[in-house]
């Protein structure tokens, strides 16, 4: 089971940090990942981290803002956000992998709900 945390409204430029506790599997044997869904939008990976935490992935688009990391003690996973922008507007879910870590070709399959993030301008 996951469980996000830490959306909110934030202005252009602000930071926010979600969180994602996990529970019920061997956490820190799974790679972990943030994905984003805006209203018409697919979803998209915004970033991952392998299990151990030693490689990251981060979509282009959140590449310098957007940081990734992981506490397997805590059975947590966090996504700090920085400059944040309007375009950054969306549903965040975290999640879990399925398979063995292949940077942004990671398949997930486990999801916890999703947590709003709104960037005003």
């Known amino acids: 089971q996951l469980q996000a945390s830490g959306g909110g409204l934030v202005q252009a430029g602000g930071s926010l940090r979600l969180s994602c506790a996990a529970s019920?599997?061997?956490?820190?044997?799974?790679?972990m990942g943030w994905f984003r869904q805006a209203p018409g939008k697919e979803r998209e990976l915004v970033a991952a981290i392998s299990w151990g935490g030693s490689r990251t992935y981060y979509a282009d688009s959140v590449k310098g803002r957007f940081t990734i990391s992981r506490d397997n003690a805590k059975n947590m996973v966090y996504l700090q956000m920085n400059s944040l922008k309007p375009e950054d507007t969306a549903v965040y879910y975290c999640?879990?992998?399925?398979?063995?870590?292949?940077?942004?070709?990671?398949?997930?399959?486990?999801w916890g709900q999703g947590t709003q993030v709104t960037v005003s301008s």
């Open positions: 999640a879990a992998a399925s398979g063995v870590w292949l940077g942004m070709d990671t398949t997930f399959g486990s």
């Open positions: 019920g599997r061997t956490f820190s044997s799974y790679a």
